[in-house]
């Protein structure tokens, strides 16, 4: 192999060291799109690991035939030969960087039609929170064996923000939540602000799902209803927690 782009959500900087690390002759490439315009610019991995990431995610130069314009507002403005008119009414907002390469921090726009959360971002007062931007780096500050987030469907449409403290082994949980609590609420918080926590739950085994072992997040949903005391949205694939 002597290519691998990495697409679909952001990837943080530690898991992009360890893919360069493990593939030191390979290179690496990020491509940044939207569903209005699948493809609008790469970043290559020495550009993307320079970039200090609490800043938000550094996009990279657009590609041949696509113009960038960010406005006063922020919002990143895209044309192109590949633009599907008319699919969307939200635009991704983030300042540019010093160089003037656009920053995507954050989605915005209108919520998205209430529904189970589908682990690549959380909706909150119709702004986009993808969980991957911030789990690695949550877990690593607070020696957690997984920090995970979780959007929580209510029945007016919006989500509730909850982060799980997984704890690790034979670590009582609440010491797990206690940590994270401290990191998310410190000077030094890996979280940006839109993206802040509704509530912080510890919990002594993270649920996995499929044969991939990925974290399952419509069960930690359920948990998060069930402790909160808050009903989910109605939705035949998400039974409520009673």
Same mark, same amino acid.
């Given at each position: ?8 959500a ?5 898991? &992009?060291? $360890? ?6 002759s390979?290179? &690496?490439?990020?491509? %940044?799109?939207?569903?209005e315009? &699948? ?12 970039? =200090? $990431?609490?800043?938000? @995610? ?5 590609? @041949? ?10 919002e ?25 390469? +656009?920053r ?25 929170? %993808?969980?991957?931007? %911030? $789990? ?18 209510? *029945? ?7 982060l799980?403290a /997984?704890?690790?082994?034979?670590? =009582?949980?609440?010491?797990a ?5 401290? *990191?998310?609420? !410190? ?15 510890g919990?002594? $085994?993270? +649920?996995?799902?499929?044969?991939? !072992? ?9 948990v ?11 939705? +035949?694939?998400?039974? /409520?927690? !009673?």
């Open positions: 192999m002597r290519h691998l782009w990495l697409g679909s952001p990837l943080r900087n530690q898991g &992009l060291q $360890e893919l360069a690390a493990r593939l030191p390979v290179e &690496l490439v990020a491509a %940044y799109g939207m569903t315009h &699948l493809l609008v610019s790469t970043i290559d991995a020495a550009d993307r690991l320079a970039h =200090d $990431e609490r800043d938000g @995610d550094l996009v990279g130069h657009p590609v @041949d035939g696509v113009r960038i314009r960010v406005s006063e507002g922020g990143i403005h895209v044309s192109g030969p590949a633009l599907r008119p008319r699919v969307s009414r939200r635009a991704d907002a983030g300042p540019r960087a010093a160089d003037g390469r +656009p995507s921090a954050r989605r915005e726009g209108p919520a998205r039609t209430p529904g189970p959360p589908q682990g690549d971002a959380d909706v909150r007062d119709g702004e986009n929170i %993808y969980p991957g931007l %911030y $789990e690695p780096a949550l877990a690593e500050a607070a020696g957690l064996a997984a920090a995970i987030m979780v959007g929580l469907p209510g *029945v007016d449409g919006d989500e509730t923000v909850v799980f /997984v704890s690790q082994s034979g670590e =009582d949980p609440e010491s939540r206690s940590r994270l609590a401290a *990191v998310v609420s !410190g000077p030094r918080s890996p979280l940006d602000r839109h993206a802040r926590p509704d509530a912080i739950l919990i002594a $085994e993270l +649920p996995r799902a499929g044969r991939s !072992g990925k974290p399952d997040r419509r069960a930690l949903t359920r998060a209803a069930a402790r909160l005391g808050q009903p989910l949205a109605e939705d +035949p694939t998400l039974p /409520v927690a !009673g």
